[in-house]
């Protein structure tokens, strides 16, 4: 499977909700209410220039995984605005649809997001999931560990028991991300 990974512009705006949207709604079925994330969903190409404004303003780099010209994954590398986490870049959102999970595509996502954190400066990495999530297996896979959970509010549909994951290094993390 042929993947262009890049970052991402205006133009990618799009596809970039809806591989959230979506990506909620295959992720989180069980987690978060169902009308909520059908409603994600429904109403993504609205969305859109709610994600053109953040492209505008990152404190880092959204990167897009792209094939046959449609996007297919995304991730965000940011530096970290969490006093707590000074020394931690910030892997912010990290997506791929259902379809194309199993060919590596999360997989270089994350590898792209830990070079540029460590591009930024940063040797350690945080991020935040959903608990429940099934992807805390991915992230222990690279040394991620569970530092604390915290309520994660979505509003108007409730509160959620999220978990804060630590990689206490890049660069073990890259080595083995590379095998």
């Known amino acids: 499977m042929n993947i262009i990974y890049k970052e991402a512009t205006h133009e990618d705006a799009i596809g970039i909700s809806y591989v959230s949207a979506q990506s909620w709604l295959e992720s989180y079925s ?20 709610r994600t053109r404004k953040y492209l505008d303003i990152i404190n880092g780099k959204y990167f897009v995984a792209i094939h046959d010209g449609k996007v297919v994954g995304i991730m965000t590398a940011e530096r970290q605005s969490d006093e707590a986490y000074k020394d931690y870049g910030e892997i912010g959102a990290i997506y791929v649809l259902k379809d194309y999970q199993g060919f590596g595509i999360g997989k270089n996502l994350f590898k792209i997001g830990f070079e540029t954190l460590k591009s930024f400066g940063y040797k350690k990495v945080k991020l935040e999931c959903l608990a429940g999530n099934k992807t805390i297996n991915f992230y222990k896979k690279y040394l991620g560990k569970i530092d604390k959970s915290f309520d994660y509010t979505i509003k108007d549909v409730g509160i959620y028991k999220a978990d804060i994951v630590l990689f206490e290094s890049i660069d073990d993390s890259l080595n083995l991300m590379n095998k």
């Open 30 to 49: 069980e987690i978060i209410d169902i009308n909520y994330l059908k409603n994600r969903v429904d109403k993504y190409v609205e969305r859109a220039e």
